[in-house]
C-alpha cells in the first residue's frame, strides 16, 4: 500500500499540472450546463448532484465539461474536481471524499514528504529570532498600494456575500 | 481623558498589582489548566459568547483588579480586545509556529509574499493591526492564521499555486480569519478571556508564560482547529476580499479544487483536513453563497508576475 501511493501521488500531481485537462469531476449540486461560459446562454443540459463529468477546460469562473453525450460550460462552483478518495488516483467520487473525512489523521506517511502534525506543534518553542527575520519583510499599506498598480490592479466593488441557508444544516459529507 | 485613564491604571496596578502578581499569576495558571482540561473532555455546554460567561467563571479576584480592566482592557466588560492584547497574543503563537518550522530563507519571495497580501489585507477594513506574511520552510499544505495579522503559507502550499490570484485568495482566506477574529473567539469561548484581561492588564513578570498558558502547548491552537462554519465563512469572505483587491474571484476555488485532487492519505495533507472541512466540502458551501453574484467580476490572475520557487 504505501509502495502504492508514491506513484499514485505522483500521477496525480501531473495531471494537476496539466491544468485539468480531461480531468475527472463530480457535480455537487443539481445544475445545468450551458453552451457559452455565461449563465444567459441556451442550457444545453442538466446536471444532478453526484453526476460524473470531464473538465476539458476553464474560464473565469466556468468549467467546460462533458457529462454522458452533453458538453457544455458549468459554474466552477459546482463541481468538485480531481481525483479524491482511497488513495487511488482518478476514482475521486463521493465516498471518496467522505472517506477522506471520516479519517483525517494517522496516514501513511510518503517518503521523503512529511506534513506538520500536533505534536510538532505542542513541541514549538517561540523563536524570536525568525519573528524578527519575519519583520524584515513586512510592506507598508503604500507600498503596497504601488504594489498594486504596477500590474493595473484596481479595487472593485463587490457586496459580502450571503450566509447560504445550508450553513444552519450540516452538509451530506458530513453525515458520514 | 484617555491618557490619564492609563495613568492611573499604571500607578493602581503598580501599587495593587506587583504585590500579588505571583499569586495571581498561579491561580490563572490553576484555572487555565481546568479550562483546557474541561476542554478535551466535553465541548463546553454554555456555548453563549464571551461578556456574562466570563464574568462570571473568571478567576475570582479582588474587586481593584476588576475595576483596572474595566478601564483599560474594555474587552472583559464588552467582550472585545484592544489591538495591543490580540497583537500579543497573536505574536506568541507565530513565534512558536516559526519554532516548529522556520521561514523560506528567500527574501524575493518573501517580500513578495507580503506585498499581494498587505494589497489584499487593505480591502479587509482592519486598519488597527500591521500585517505579517511569510512563507514556512516545510512541504505540508497548510495555512496559517494568528491574530493580530501574523499569517503564514507554507511551501507545499505555495508550490502548487499557478499565479498570483491564487496566492491572493489562499492569503485572503486567512485574512478573513484574523478580520472576523475567528481564533479570538476559540479563547473566548473556553472562558479564558477575563482571565487574560487580568494578565495582560498587570506588569506581571513572566506575563509571556501566562499568555502561553492561554494558547496552550507551543502552536498546538493550530492542530486545534476552528469550527468548520468558521473555515466556510473565512471562503465567503476571503473570495470577497481577493476580488475588491481587483483579482479573479476565482483564485481561492481553484487552489480547493486543486486539493481535492490530492489522494486521501497524504501526510502533507493531513493537518489541513484534520483542521479543515474537505474541499469539496468548501467548494459545495461556497457555491451556494456565490451562485450567480460574481458574474460581473472580472478580476486579474497575473501569473505572469507570480513569484516561482524553485
Not at chain 1, 3 to 12: D, G, K, T
Not at chain 1, 105 to 128: C, I, P, T, W
Not at chain 2, 34 to 42: A, P, S
Request: proline letters at 5%; aromatic letters at 6%.
Amino acid at each position: 500500500m504505501k509502495r502504492f501511493l508514491i506513484p499514485a501521488s505522483a500521477l496525480v500531481l501531473c495531471v494537476a499540472a496539466a491544468s485539468a485537462l480531461a480531468a475527472p469531476g463530480t457535480v455537487l449540486r443539481n445544475d445545468k450546463l450551458y453552451s457559452q461560459p455565461n449563465a444567459s446562454s441556451k442550457v444545453a443540459a442538466s446536471v444532478p448532484k453526484g453526476a460524473s463529468v470531464n473538465i476539458l477546460s476553464k474560464q473565469g469562473g466556468w468549467l467546460r465539461v462533458t457529462s454522458g453525450k452533453s458538453t457544455g460550460w458549468i459554474r466552477l462552483l459546482s463541481v468538485r474536481a480531481g481525483a479524491g478518495g482511497l488513495g487511488g488516483a482518478g476514482l475521486g467520487d463521493v465516498v471518496g471524499a467522505a472517506t477522506t473525512r471520516s479519517d483525517p489523521s494517522r496516514v501513511v506517511a510518503v517518503a521523503g514528504l512529511r506534513g506538520l502534525n500536533d505534536e510538532d506543534l505542542k513541541q514549538a518553542k517561540f523563536n524570536g529570532e525568525e519573528l524578527a527575520r519575519l519583520n524584515t519583510w513586512q510592506a507598508t499599506p503604500a507600498q503596497a498600494r504601488s504594489f498594486a498598480a504596477e500590474s493595473g490592479l484596481t479595487t472593485a466593488n463587490v457586496a459580502a456575500l450571503p450566509v447560504p441557508q445550508s450553513a444552519k444544516t450540516s452538509s451530506p459529507w458530513e453525515a458520514n | 481623558m484617555k491618557f490619564k485613564l492609563m495613568v492611573l491604571a499604571v500607578a493602581l496596578v503598580s501599587f495593587s498589582g506587583v504585590a500579588s502578581a505571583l499569586d495571581f499569576g498561579k491561580l490563572l495558571e490553576e484555572r487555565i489548566n481546568q479550562e483546557l482540561n474541561k476542554d478535551k473532555k466535553t465541548q463546553p455546554a454554555q456555548t453563549s459568547p464571551a461578556p456574562d460567561a466570563s464574568q462570571n467563571t473568571a478567576t475570582p479576584s479582588p474587586q481593584a483588579k476588576q475595576k483596572i480592566d474595566a478601564q483599560q482592557l474594555g474587552f472583559a466588560l464588552f467582550g472585545d480586545y484592544s489591538p495591543e492584547e490580540e497583537t500579543r497574543i497573536g505574536k506568541q503563537i507565530a513565534g512558536n509556529l516559526l519554532g516548529a518550522v522556520p521561514l523560506v530563507r528567500d527574501d524575493k519571495l518573501q517580500r513578495y509574499v507580503n506585498l499581494v497580501g498587505n494589497w489584499v489585507a487593505l480591502q479587509s477594513g482592519r486598519k488597527d493591526i500591521s500585517w505579517h506574511f511569510g512563507v514556512l520552510d516545510t512541504e505540508d499544505i497548510n495555512a496559517f492564521a494568528s491574530p493580530g495579522g501574523y499569517i503564514f503559507v507554507t511551501r507545499g502550499l505555495y508550490q502548487r499555486l499557478n499565479n498570483e490570484a491564487e496566492l491572493a485568495g489562499v492569503l485572503a482566506h486567512e485574512i478573513a480569519h484574523v478580520t472576523l477574529k475567528h481564533h479570538l473567539k476559540v479563547l473566548k469561548q473556553s472562558s479564558l478571556i477575563g482571565a487574560l484581561g487580568q494578565a495582560a492588564s498587570n506588569k506581571v513578570k513572566d506575563s509571556d508564560q501566562v499568555v502561553q498558558n492561554l494558547i496552550g502547548n507551543g502552536a498546538e491552537i493550530m492542530a486545534r482547529g476552528l469550527d468548520k462554519n468558521a473555515e466556510f465563512e473565512a471562503d465567503r469572505v476571503g473570495i470577497v476580499f481577493a476580488a475588491r483587491a481587483g483579482y479573479d474571484p476565482w483564485g481561492l476555488p481553484e487552489v480547493l479544487q486543486d486539493l481535492a485532487g490530492l489522494p486521501a492519505k497524504d501526510s502533507r495533507t493531513s493537518l489541513l483536513y484534520k483542521t479543515h472541512p474537505h474541499p469539496a466540502d468548501r467548494l459545495a458551501e461556497l457555491g451556494e453563497a456565490v451562485g450567480s453574484r460574481l458574474d460581473a467580476v472580472h478580476g486579474k490572475d497575473l501569473p505572469g508576475r507570480f513569484y516561482h520557487l524553485r
